[in-house]
């Protein structure tokens, strides 16, 4: 059984600039979930999709989209990048349907934006 | 009003010492609740998840939840070096919501 995978693990963007972070499911799991964790923070989340549909969402502005596709990976997209979206993305899979069993967390993608 | 909060800490206790965490959260409707442990530079992973008032006991951990008082705690028994981390408490309304962390430092 594969654990969740992201890609790229470190990325340097320009400010302005858009970036496509990636992440692959848990094998079985059919929810994704992105977060955003600035350095000494929680995890703040971002969204999450269930069926290949944004089914909740956190305090992000539009500039942050994603998708789901059909085998359940997922890409988080940054339009505009801006200094303060520089920050560890974590994407975290999780199985609706099956009993609440909280979510795996990939290791994540550092973004730093000069 | 934060969704969840926790004492950012640091927390330092001596090992074999008990480990207190504590959270509170702002929505009511919030059905889960989850404990996860952050060390430095990792990604969070999950060490226990309530759902009903009470107790729930694994191992040397063990977490509280109070509904009524929006109110979840951890607490670790005989607390390692290795318990040394970030400890994350979230609920899960729609979509997980995290507290900041509360740092653990357990001295040998």
């Known amino acids: 059984e594969t654990g969740v995978t992201q890609s790229p693990t470190h990325l340097i963007k320009t400010r302005g600039q858009q970036v496509t972070l990636r992440c692959s499911s848990q094998?079985?799991?059919?929810?994704v979930s992105w977060y955003q964790q600035a350095l000494g923070q929680g995890p703040q989340f971002i969204f999450q999709?269930?069926?290949?549909?944004?089914?909740g969402r956190g305090n992000f502005p539009p500039r942050f989209s994603g998708l789901q596709f059909p085998n359940y990976s997922s890409e988080l997209n940054v339009n505009a990048l801006e200094l303060d979206d520089s920050a560890l993305y974590l994407c975290?899979?999780?199985?609706?349907?099956?009993?609440?069993?909280?979510?795996?967390f990939g290791s994540g993608t550092r973004l730093t934006v000069v | 009003q934060k969704e969840v909060e926790q004492n950012s800490g640091p927390l330092s206790v001596p090992e074999g010492a008990i480990a207190s965490l504590n959270c509170t959260y702002s929505d009511r409707v919030s059905q889960s609740f989850f404990w996860y442990r952050q060390y430095s530079g990792k990604s969070p992973e999950l060490i226990m998840s309530?759902?009903?008032?009470g107790d729930k006991e694994d191992g040397r951990f063990t977490a509280q939840l109070n509904k009524a008082s929006q109110y979840v705690s951890l607490l670790i028994r005989d607390s390692q070096p290795s318990d040394s981390a970030t400890y994350l408490c979230?609920?899960?309304?729609?979509?997980?919501?995290f507290g900041a962390g509360t740092r653990l430092t357990v001295k040998p």
């Open positions: 999709y269930y069926r290949e549909e944004e089914n």
């Open positions: 094998s079985g799991h059919n929810t």
């Open positions: 979230a609920v899960k309304p729609s979509g997980m919501r």
């Open positions: 975290a899979s999780s199985q609706i349907g099956h009993g609440d069993i909280g979510y795996t």
């Open positions: 309530i759902y009903s008032n």
